[in-house]
């Protein structure tokens, strides 16, 4: 038996399966990172999977039909590949909600069906082609029906969020931030100044493309460091900073996991209300401000942070927060 268990040993993670009339459909080699480790994207027609390169064990898997079996790598961890309902989606290996999302979708035809084919994604946009569109090139004289030549159609992409995803995965312990990930941030992340933006970092302004995904994902790691740059600009707030707070759309309790003390809880709730932030900023020298109202969510939410704050030991926090509620119970609070 301890011979057979050095031939075969044991083996905790989730080999290889498939499933009763489940055929493979496609299977590609991701690329690999500096001698690292790296994946193999398999495609059948339930499911997308990733197997580690050395053992064939499932590092991840989604439940999904494709619209084409062709992959796309978008590093050594992660494939890019069109869903039967006609979204761009990724898969990780990371664990739980994080091991998938969408990177864009396409057009539902109005009349009629066309099927299409993610060819490549770059550092900005992504190409596919439709089935029924082409291009045909004929000089005077010649048959005028020669065969369409297929035509792609390019469109802009927001890679952050998968390129994170990646740099997660390719580091050996995923709560350690990475040089890849330092990279990856610092070249398709934050972004406030216009166009154009250099060669190989991507589009958007004002905090395009960066999603609430993408900030759950690094804080969930616990790189709080590269989540507060994500937000705003810096990883180490300071209360009389100017850094902006980016994007408006993403949730304000979001937000919150990314700002690692009492003064950029204030400095996120405060955001967009110029006099409002000049208070949050300075409240010892009488700034005029309208406080919002005890019922405003920004009120409730801070009551709730300055819980967290006093569990941590922070009263002079937990205190800045409680003046921003501005209720009578703020006060027994601190003597609860």
Same mark, same amino acid.
């Given at each position: 038996?301890? =011979?057979l #268990?050095?031939?075969?040993?044991?083996?905790k993670?989730e080999?290889?399966w498939l !499933?009763?009339?489940?055929?493979?459909? +496609?299977?590609?080699?991701?690329?690999?990172?500096e001698?690292g /480790?790296?994946?193999?994207?398999?495609?059948?027609?339930?499911?997308?999977?990733?197997?580690?390169?050395?053992? @064939?064990?499932?590092?991840?898997?989604?439940?999904?039909?494709?619209?084409s079996?062709?992959?796309?790598?978008?590093?050594?961890?992660?494939?890019?590949?069109?869903?039967?309902?006609?979204?761009?989606?990724?898969l990780?290996?990371?664990?739980?909600k994080f091991?998938?999302?969408?990177?864009?979708?396409?057009p539902?035809? !109005?009349?009629?069906?066309? @099927?299409y084919s993610?060819?490549?994604i /770059?550092p900005? /946009?992504? @190409?596919y082609?439709?089935?029924?569109? =082409?291009?045909? @090139?004929?000089?005077?004289?010649?048959?005028? +029906?020669?065969?369409?030549?297929?035509?792609?159609?390019?469109?802009?992409?927001?890679?952050?969020?998968?390129?994170?995803a +990646?740099?997660?995965?390719?580091?050996? +312990?995923? &709560?350690?931030?990475?040089?890849?990930?330092?990279?990856?941030?610092e070249?398709?992340?934050?972004?406030?100044?216009?166009?154009?933006?250099s060669? =190989?970092?991507?589009?958007?302004?004002?905090?395009?493309?960066?999603?609430?995904h993408?900030?759950?994902?690094?804080s969930? $790691? *616990?790189?709080?460091h590269? #989540?507060?740059?994500?937000?705003a600009g810096?990883?180490?707030?300071? !209360?009389?900073?100017q850094?902006?707070?980016l994007?408006?759309w993403?949730?304000?309790?979001?937000k919150?996991?990314?700002?690692? &003390?009492?003064?950029?809880?204030? $400095?996120?709730?405060s955001?967009?209300?110029?006099?409002?932030?000049?208070?949050?900023k300075?409240?010892d020298?009488?700034?005029?401000?309208?406080?919002?109202r005890?019922? &405003?969510?920004?009120?409730?939410?801070? $009551?709730?942070?300055?819980?967290?704050?006093m569990?941590?030991?922070?009263i002079?926090?937990?205190?800045r927060l409680? &003046?921003?509620? =501005?209720t009578? *119970?703020?006060?027994?609070?601190?003597?609860?």
């Open positions: 038996d301890g =011979g #268990a050095q031939i075969i040993p044991h083996i993670t080999s290889l !499933r009763h009339s489940e055929e493979v459909l +496609n299977m590609t080699e991701l690329p690999q990172y001698e /480790r790296h994946c193999i994207a398999v495609a059948t027609q339930f499911r997308v999977l990733l197997l580690s390169s050395t053992r @064939l064990n499932i590092r991840a898997q989604i439940s999904c039909q494709l619209a079996s062709t992959f796309v790598s978008i590093g050594s961890h992660t494939v890019a590949f069109l869903s039967s309902d006609n979204k761009v989606r990724y990780c290996c990371l664990e739980g091991c998938t999302g969408i990177i864009a979708t396409l539902v035809m !109005r009349y009629g069906h066309a @099927l993610l060819m490549a /770059r900005e /946009r992504f @190409l082609a439709q089935h029924h569109a =082409g291009s045909r @090139l004929i000089e005077q004289g010649e048959n005028k +029906n020669s065969f369409l030549i297929p035509t792609c159609v390019t469109r802009p992409a927001m890679l952050l969020e998968p390129m994170i +990646n740099a997660l995965c390719e580091a050996d +312990n995923p &709560d350690e931030s990475t040089i890849l990930l330092r990279a990856v941030i070249r398709f992340g934050r972004k406030v100044g216009s166009f154009p933006h060669d =190989g970092e991507g589009v958007g302004v004002n905090g395009t493309g960066l999603t609430q993408a900030i759950e994902m690094v969930a $790691h *616990g790189l709080q590269p #989540a507060s740059w994500l937000l810096t990883s180490q707030f300071e !209360r009389n900073s850094s902006k707070i994007p408006s993403i949730p304000m309790s979001t919150a996991l990314a700002s690692p &003390d009492p003064d950029s809880h204030l $400095h996120v709730l955001h967009g209300e110029q006099y409002f932030m000049d208070y949050v300075s409240p020298y009488n700034m005029s401000s309208t406080l919002p005890s019922s &405003d969510p920004s009120s409730i939410f801070s $009551h709730e942070l300055a819980f967290v704050a569990e941590k030991g922070d002079a926090g937990a205190l409680l &003046d921003l509620t =501005g009578e *119970g703020s006060e027994s609070t601190l003597f609860y």
